[in-house]
């Protein structure tokens, strides 16, 4: 645009010199001051197609510019939404981490309890001084939270003493040792060796319920709630069942 201007200026000036020579009509100042006018107008006009041409290329950044804003946005968009998939899966792995320190906690009150009662009713006492010794320095290493250690000591003492009264309960702790280390799959499986060497025992209710908490943590809520039910069904009065029917209610 700006060439242009300055082909126009260039014509005006050549024609007005030109028609100045031929026909005489003009003296030599008045020319000058004619061609200088002209000279103003056409600069005038190049200057205002310079802001033109300015605006023009503003206008191109401002839209290129509103484009990334929106990609942007875009992009935004969709990190918060994986950013709330991911806080919704941290609070239910949260929630059930909980859920399994709350009940090894309750696990392990019961058994002060029993030791309390035992100290009281020295003839109650169902296994040897030896294997009661090598289950409480096992289950020692479990409240320590040396969970490798207390399996590997609770495995021993069922090679040990095969057919002891505190063999159910060292097999019920090995599953929980290896829940408390989030190895839910070796979890259940410690605990169904409970169900099928002990099944008139105290602790298969226990163990089924820990089975439950397993397979909850692992996602597979279905499995849960078909072992809670069976739970119930299977042992009615127990503890381990009330506990089963309150989480059977929160469904």
Same mark, same amino acid.
């Given at each position: 645009m700006r060439a242009v201007a300055r082909a126009v200026l260039a014509v005006l000036a050549f024609a007005s010199v030109a028609s100045n020579a031929s026909a005489a009509l003009f003296d030599d100042d008045e020319a000058r001051a004619r061609i200088e006018a002209l000279r103003k107008q056409v600069t005038a006009i190049d200057d205002r197609l310079g802001k033109i041409e300015a605006e023009v290329r503003d206008r191109r950044a401002l839209v290129d510019l509103a484009g990334q804003i929106e990609a942007l946005k875009g992009d935004l968009s969709r990190m918060r939404g994986q950013i709330e998939v991911l806080l919704n899966q941290a609070e239910t792995a949260d929630k059930r981490q909980?859920?399994?320190?709350?009940? /090894?906690?309750?696990?392990?009150?019961? /058994?002060?309890?029993?030791?309390?009662?035992? #100290?009281?009713?020295?003839?109650?006492?169902?296994?040897?001084?030896?294997?009661?010794r090598a289950y409480e320095a096992a289950l020692n290493q479990f409240k320590l939270g040396n969970y490798p250690l207390a399996i590997s000591a609770l495995q021993g003492l069922l090679v040990t003493y095969p057919n002891?009264?505190?063999?159910?309960?060292? !097999?019920?702790?090995? @599953?929980?040792?290896?829940?408390?280390?989030?190895?839910?799959?070796? #979890? /259940? @499986?410690?605990?169904?060796?409970?169900?099928?060497?002990?099944?008139?025992?105290?602790?298969?209710?226990?163990?089924?319920?820990? /089975?439950?908490?397993s397979q909850e943590a692992m996602g597979d809520r279905r499995g849960a709630q078909k072992t809670l039910e069976g739970l119930v069904e299977k042992y009615p009065t127990s503890?381990?069942?009330?506990?089963?029917? !309150?989480?059977?209610?929160?469904?």
């Open positions: 909980k859920e399994l320190y709350l009940d /090894i906690d309750t696990r392990l009150r019961k /058994i002060e309890q029993a030791k309390e009662r035992t #100290a009281e009713k020295p003839a109650d006492v169902p296994a040897s001084a030896e294997e009661t002891s009264k505190l063999a159910p309960n060292a !097999q019920y702790w090995i @599953g929980m040792a290896y829940a408390a280390q989030r190895d839910y799959k070796n #979890a /259940i @499986g410690a605990q169904q060796k409970v169900l099928v060497a002990w099944p008139d025992d105290a602790k298969p209710p226990d163990a089924m319920l820990n /089975i439950a908490t503890q381990a069942a009330a506990s089963a029917k !309150q989480r059977l209610q929160k469904r």
